[in-house]
Structures are given as structure tokens and as C-alpha cells.
């Protein structure tokens, strides 16, 4: 069972079909899994009962020949900012510690109805507001590459709980949320394909907000077939999520690795993304696949973004704008954790979000207030907004000139986390997301993959960058790539062990 949990959604699936295994056993592989890996604090929630009500619906299928999708009987898990109806979704606070859903989010009952296992519930930075997965209400996840116990490595944020889920066999795919690279950075991190798709392509509905202008749904995977059978299952339109395309979505199908061509490809390398806290082993990554791409016919150039160097700090005050608006509905009345306070309703407010919400929200709230206020409005927030509008425009001229865009993912390797942990989450945000948030502000798609390991063990990984919709190119090239490097998967290593 150890060999299939390393597998990839295809092969698995052909061994449902063939009855070689049945939906309840691989559950069982995974939660046992899920439960063997509990040091590095992947979930939240281990959905037990739903897995095996959902695993036993999956087998009966197969029995009668109606299969549902590829996806059927496949697990999966979900970041905890996604709502699961009768299922807690915490996201990782005390002001959401027991709060249970009525409905799905739209991603969720799209998997269901593709068939999908949920095994459980993830870990992640509180509201997603980090890039590191180390300021849950539930303790930080431990990356399981170069595990060292307490000395241990970060997995990246916010969807760091995602990334170990996936990374270590507990599941197959997991979708976590992506507002300024909270996929990307821990699939980088931890050795996966993390897809950002287009803003729209992919429904909002029942993701807990942060920035409601650049949240997306975004999905892990251990290869890039897996996520675009994944992608293909939640995609579409969602009459119930105005910022949903309603044009249909057609379904991506890729041709085998040795089938894929990118002769005359034209490939943008952004000189703004070279900067001084670049690791050496991350820039002859990158320009060791740029040079890959150009033996195998692409067209690789420079480009400028020039607005590039704004970008973060563009995103962090929008970012902490929107969160204040976001946050202002947590008032311990209508729901959320309720202090114990009699004093009077201001009182209750203050007692509730001063418990409810740890340092970080507390300061983006405070911080999105100041920059809102009557007086500060026009200098800070519409000046950004203006300043992204630079930032779609440097994107859409980059398109005139490339279609796709090569950069790294992150600047370094995963650091450990007694080292992240001594600069400030804001510090860290701006450092971990400078490659991954500017695709945030312009809503155009990106996936990072794992090219190969640095001399100290730890992944290395790549984005590529489209144009809005572009998922079947960027893909296929991800997929040309990862056919091109054989990265060695984490299961692979330790399943020789």
C-alpha cells in the first residue's frame, strides 16, 4: 500500500477499477497515514466518519459500475478556511475554535460530487495571514524534509498544513487558498506542484476571505497530472459567486511528457526578479532550466516589470485594507468566540477580538484601520490601487513580448524555523512573497514545480506565469519540465528507508 500512497491519481484510480484495491482501503492506508505522521501536525481535523461514509459510497460504485470520475474514491483534504458543512472550520483561531458550517464551499461539493475522499482538515497560518504556517491557534507544521525534531524547517504559508498532507501520502491532493503565494510557497518548500489558477476560474464561495480581490482556491499535488485532474473536477461557473466566470470551462487533457513540444515557446525571464536575498543555489536553478528550455526550441529573452519593486509593498497595504473590512464582521455576537463580559457592547467587542485574534490579525486590523481613515484614504489605499493597475499594465505589455513568464518561487530553501521566527511575520510576508504576490495583484494564473534538491537536502522549485487563462500552457510546460528533471518525490525516500 506504501507503493500506491506514492503513486499519482491515475494509477490509483486504474487500481480501483481493476478491483485491486477497493475506495475503503485506501482511506484506511491514508488516515493511517494521517495518524503515523501526527509529528509534523498536518491537519487540524482528521474527518474520520466522513472518509469512511464517503469511502463505502466510493466502493458500492465501483460494485455497480458508476464510477463517478477519476477522482472517485481519490482523498483529498482541504485547508481549514474552506467551509465543510458539519465540520468545524477553525481557521486556525479561537475566534473560530467551534465554529461548524451549514453548507460546502463550492470547491469542496464540486469534489464531492466528483467522488473525492475528504480525510481531513488542514493547518495554517491564522486566517491565512502568513508564509510559514507558524501562527496557528494549533502549533506550526513541520516540514518533513530534514526533519530534526525542535531544530525543525518550516513548510511555508499559509498552506503549509496542505503541503505536508500531500507531501507525506495522508492524501493525494489537498486544496489550500492563495492570496499573495500561500500555495506556491509551501509546495516550493515542500517538494510539490502548487497551481494559483486565474482569478475566476476557480469558485470563492465558502473560502473563509482575506483579500476578497486576490484570494483564489488553489491546489497541491505531488505531479502535474494530478492537479490538473484536479483542477478539471472544481473549475467552472458558480451562479452563486459573483466573481466567477460564467463562461464554461473546458477541461485540460495533457499528452505524455515525451509527446510535449515547446519549440518556438517564447519565455520571459523578468530581470526585477533577481535581488540581493537570492539564494546562489535557487539562480542556477533558474538559469539552469532556462538554458533547458532554450536547448529544447523555446525562445528565451529578458523582460522588464519594472513596478516589480512596488508590488509588495502595494500588496501589503491592500492586503491589511482588506483584512480590517474582512475581520470587522468578528464580533463575539453573531458568531465567533464570545468573551465573558458584561460591562458593556463596546466591551464586548474589544474582550472578544483581543481573544479571539492572535498578534498578527490584531496588527493587519489595526493597520488596515490607519490606512482607511478619512484623512489617509487617498495616500495609501487609492495610491495602491493605482500602483496595481502599473503592475496588470507591466503584465499585460509582457504578453506582447512572451507568453510565459520563468522566475523562482521563493529565494532560498525552506528556512528552519528558529531562524524564521526571529523577524516579524510582516518582515517574513515581504521576504517569502516577493516572487508569488505580484501574479496575485494582476489575478493571471501561476504553478510552481520541484526541480531538484539542494545540497542540503531541501526542494528547489520554479513558477511559471501566464496570461489570464492560460492553465493549459503553463501546465503542459510545467509537466514538459518535470518530465525533463525527475525530481525525487519525499515518499520515494523515505519508503526505501
Known amino acids: 500500500m506504501n507503493t500506491i500512497l506514492s503513486s499519482n491519481i491515475r494509477i490509483a484510480s486504474k487500481l480501483l477499477q481493476d478491483f485491486s484495491i477497493t475506495s475503503t482501503d485506501l482511506s484506511n492506508a491514508c488516515l493511517k497515514r494521517a495518524n503515523d505522521t501526527k509529528k509534523f501536525n498536518a491537519f487540524i481535523t482528521i474527518t474520520k466518519s466522513e472518509a469512511d461514509h464517503q469511502a ?26 474552506f467551509c465543510t458543512a458539519n465540520i468545524r472550520t477553525t481557521c486556525a483561531s479561537k475566534m473560530l475554535e467551534n465554529f461548524i458550517p451549514a453548507y460546502n464551499a463550492t470547491v469542496y461539493e464540486k469534489l464531492r460530487q466528483s467522488g473525492a475522499v475528504l480525510i481531513g482538515k488542514c493547518n495554517l497560518d491564522q486566517f491565512a495571514m502568513g508564509s510559514g504556517t507558524v501562527d496557528s491557534l494549533y502549533g506550526p507544521t513541520k516540514n518533513m524534509w530534514q526533519f530534526l525534531n525542535d531544530d525543525f524547517y518550516i513548510t511555508g504559508g499559509s498552506s503549509g498544513g496542505c503541503a505536508v498532507a500531500v507531501a507525506t501520502g495522508a492524501c493525494f491532493a489537498a486544496v489550500g487558498s ?21 482569478y475566476g476560474l476557480v469558485s470563492r464561495l465558502g ?26 473536477a472544481v473549475a467552472g461557473p458558480d451562479p452563486k459567486d459573483s466573481t466567477c466566470f460564467a463562461r464554461p470551462y473546458k477541461k485540460i487533457s495533457l499528452p505524455s511528457g515525451d509527446k510535449l513540444s515547446i519549440k518556438g515557446l517564447k519565455v520571459g525571464i523578468p530581470v526585477e526578479y533577481y535581488c540581493n536575498d537570492m539564494g546562489d543555489e535557487v539562480l542556477h536553478t533558474w538559469n539552469e532550466v532556462a538554458q533547458l528550455l532554450e536547448d529544447n526550441g523555446a525562445i528565451v529573452k529578458e523582460i522588464s516589470l519594472p513596478n516589480t519593486e512596488y508590488s509588495i509593498v502595494c500588496y501589503s497595504i491592500l492586503n491589511q485594507c482588506e ?65 496595481r493597475r502599473l503592475i496588470v499594465n507591466d503584465f499585460d505589455k509582457a504578453w506582447e513580448e512572451v507568453q510565459v513568464l520563468l522566475t523562482p518561487t521563493t529565494l532560498t530553501t525552506a528556512p528552519k524555523y528558529k531562524d524564521f521566527i526571529r523577524k516579524t511575520n510582516r518582515d517574513q510576508t515581504a521576504i517569502q512573497d516577493f516572487c508569488t504576490q505580484p501574479a496575485n495583484m494582476s489575478g493571471v494564473p501561476a504553478v510552481t514545480i520541484p526541480i531538484k534538491l539542494s545540497t542540503d537536502g531541501m526542494p528547489l522549485s520554479l513558477q511559471i506565469i501566464g496570461r489570464n487563462l492560460s492553465e493549459p500552457m503553463i501546465l503542459a510546460l510545467a509537466k514538459f519540465i518535470e518530465s525533463n528533471v525527475n525530481f525525487p518525490q519525499y515518499l520515494k525516500i523515505t519508503d526505501n528507508k
Not at 183 to 196: D, E, F, H, I, M
Not at 344 to 370: C, H
Open 56 to 81: 463505502q459510497e466510493s466502493s458500492q460504485r465501483y460494485q455497480n459500475g458508476k464510477q463517478l470520475s477519476e477522482l472517485d474514491g481519490i482523498t483529498i483534504a482541504m485547508k481549514d478556511n
Open 178 to 198: 492563495d492570496s499573495g503565494g500561500s500555495t506556491r510557497n509551501p509546495a516550493s518548500y515542500c517538494g510539490l506542484v502548487g497551481l494559483k489558477p486565474t
Open 207 to 232: 473560502l473563509i476571505p482575506l483579500v476578497n480581490s486576490m484570494d483564489v482556491p488553489g491546489i497541491l499535488t505531488r505531479c502535474v497530472d494530478d492537479c490538473v485532474s484536479v483542477l478539471n
Open 323 to 387: 483584512v480590517a473590512s474582512n475581520m470587522a464582521r468578528y464580533d463575539g455576537i453573531e458568531f465567533g468566540y464570545r468573551a465573558h463580559e458584561n460591562a458593556s457592547t463596546e466591551k464586548l467587542y474589544a474582550s472578544s477580538r483581543s481573544v479571539g485574534f492572535n498578534e498578527v490579525v490584531r496588527n493587519r486590523i489595526l493597520a488596515g484601520n490607519y490606512f482607511l481613515l478619512n484623512r489617509n484614504y487617498d495616500k495609501y489605499f487609492n495610491q495602491a490601487l493605482k500602483v
